[in-house]
């Protein structure tokens, strides 16, 4: 086996920085996308407090914090910045709204599914992203 140079090593590592910058922007706009998307999807609507609002002054909240779930359109929905922000996304609300509306099977599952490690790689975010324009696209239509 052939012994890489310093100068071939300083060149992979140039290129792994090159690749995860490539997919921390394909990951921010496919984000972009689905924010977008869920915002709309809940007409601005806070999932928490139910405060209406227009839908571009309200974020997309999330269930728990996982990358596993950050395109796991049951874990996210509308919420208000006061209870998204300023009171860490209303956790206890949350859950009890998620378990109201999708029930404890999907709830188990959407906490199992938290605890893994997952990265999507570009072509399967751009496989979502593509999927959330043609969704974000529709609702436009409708709303707009």
């Known amino acids: 086996m052939k012994r890489r140079t310093h ?5 992979t590592v140039k290129q792994e920085i090159l690749d ?3 997919h921390q922007a394909v990951y ?4 972009d996308w ?9 007409r601005g609507r806070c999932f928490t407090c139910g405060i209406q609002d227009y ?4 974020e997309a909240g999330h269930f728990i914090h996982s990358s596993s779930l950050d395109f796991d359109e049951r874990a996210i929905h ?3 910045t006061f209870c998204n922000q300023f009171h860490g996304g209303q956790r206890d609300k949350y859950k009890t709204k998620m378990l109201e509306i999708y029930g404890q099977k999907v ?5 199992r599914k938290a605890k893994t490690v997952y990265k ?21 239509e409708r709303q707009d």
């Not at 709830?107 to 906490?111: A, G, K, P």
């Open 34 to 42: 689905m924010s977008e998307y869920i915002r709309r999807r809940d």
């Open 107 to 111: 709830v188990e599952e959407l906490e």
């Open 7 to 11: 100068k071939e090593k300083i060149e």
């Open 55 to 58: 839908w571009m002054r309200h």
């Open 120 to 140: 999507p790689t570009i072509d399967e975010l751009e496989k979502i992203k593509g999927n959330l324009k043609v969704k974000v696209k529709e609702l436009r």
């Open 78 to 80: 509308d919420q208000c």
């Open 28 to 31: 921010d706009t496919t984000w």
């Open 20 to 22: 995860a910058k490539d």
